[in-house]
């Protein structure tokens, strides 16, 4: 690995998410894997806003710097991973939806490096786990590789000989905003209409559901969410089976013609979604192979290895080795 930093090297690695903000410590070898600790976890709150989120942000960082010089390790600089479009050249988030109102416009990578006076890096939070299971996770050793986080929302990102894809406006990889036949006429939180997104991620299974005539709250009044979902189409209720094979079918004709289009070696699948049994993914398996063509067809599809690991590292690699640099490892 040809970097400016000599190895072994220790960076505070944070993943800002919508619903949290994961900050740890990953120290980066030469040669060996990579090792997270001292991971802390602390909600977003991100209908705050985003100065809020920011000041929660530098207070997890504060924390884990301090987590860190207890464990007498130096800190060579911060890696972040977060939600939203990120121009890593700055830094900056140039845009978020409402899932996340006023992180659009943040100065992120400075406001970090003006606090704490070390050298930021920030990566759109699927690129920055795309990366990490390129290159330590189930990509590791695959010339591209395709990853696919199916969760609230969904995100993707295509590296090609460890070199992320971040396209002309750094938003390569939107695949949950890819049109399917499946979503024609259904509005999406982007604004668009018929994207995969609001038909394939969680909060679609659950109201295809309900619209088969499931109910949205559990006995104890509690909300439904997709694992009980899960946990129904397995025990046999054929509605739930229904709503996750309408998720699954979407998503597997748009892996199938992303892969007529970047061929890659191998699709990792990452996410709670992905968690899914086998309705969920014998669908997914069934309408890919009906989409791709002959060539691509024996594509493996994988579930990720290095799980909420997998951000963390392919942001603390970004700071050390640029995963958008046109070098090869």
Known sequence: MDSKFVFPTHVCAVDIGGTKIACGIVT???SDAPVVQSVKKVPTNAKEGGKQVLATVLQAIREALARAEKLGLAISGVGISSAGVVDPRTGDITYANELMPGWGGTALGSAVTNEFGVPCSVLNDVHAHALGEARHGA????????????????????????????????????????????????DCP???????????????????????????????????????????????????????????????????????????????LSGSVAECGKYWHEALEAAFKLQAMPPVQATPIVKGTLGGEAPLIGAAENLVLPGYLETRL
């Open 139 to 186: 990509g590791h050793g695959k010339d591209s590789v395709l990853t696919v986080a199916v969760g609230t929302g969904i995100g993707g990102a295509f590296v090609n000989h460890g070199i992320l894809m971040l396209g002309a406006h750094d938003e390569a990889g939107h695949i949950g905003h890819v049109a399917t036949p499946a979503a024609a006429g259904v």
């Open 28 to 30: 980066l070898n030469d």
């Open 190 to 268: 982007c604004g668009g209409t018929s994207h995969l997104e609001p038909v394939s991620a969680g909060p679609g299974i659950i109201r295809e559901y309900v619209r088969l005539g499931g109910s949205d709250t559990l006995e104890d009044g509690s909300a439904l969410d997709g694992a009980e979902i899960d946990r129904r189409a397995l025990a046999g209720e054929k509605i739930a089976q229904a709503a996750e094979e309408r998720s699954g079918r979407a998503l597997g004709e748009v892996l199938g013609s992303m892969c007529n289009m970047l061929d890659p070696s191998v699709i990792i």
